[in-house]
């Protein structure tokens, strides 16, 4: 899951993957990454389902799980254990 999810900020934002190979679970994401700004949130949420193969409503959504890399990998996980 964290590979995948690394996969995805790789393509999406256009990071270096050394660089996303680095991140833990305190990386901070939106606020943090220029690259990551709100038109980049939504390629990146329909990415997330695309791959993943789920929907993310709106209520899902809120500032703390795009904070870190840790709260946006703990948000899709407890997405695909929800179904």
Same mark, same amino acid.
């Given at each position: =899951? ?12 256009? !990071? @270096?993957?050394?660089?996303? +190979? #680095? ?9 943090? !990454?220029? #690259?990551? *700004?709100? %038109? ?7 990415? /997330? @389902?695309?791959?993943? +193969? %789920? &929907?993310? @409503?709106? +209520? *899902?959504?809120?500032?703390? =799980? ?6 946006? !990998?703990?948000?899709?996980? %407890?997405? &695909? /254990?929800?179904?």
């Amino acid at each position: =899951m964290d590979r995948d999810l690394k996969a995805i900020l790789v393509d999406v934002l256009g !990071l @270096e993957p050394d660089e996303v +190979d #680095e991140f833990d679970n305190e990386t901070g994401l939106f606020g943090h !990454l220029p #690259e990551l *700004d709100s %038109m980049a949130v939504a390629g990146l949420f329909t990415e /997330i @389902e695309d791959r993943f +193969d %789920m &929907l993310i @409503e709106d +209520d *899902d959504v809120d500032a703390e =799980m795009l904070e870190t890399f840790g709260g946006l !990998l703990a948000f899709v996980e %407890m997405k &695909l /254990i929800e179904g």
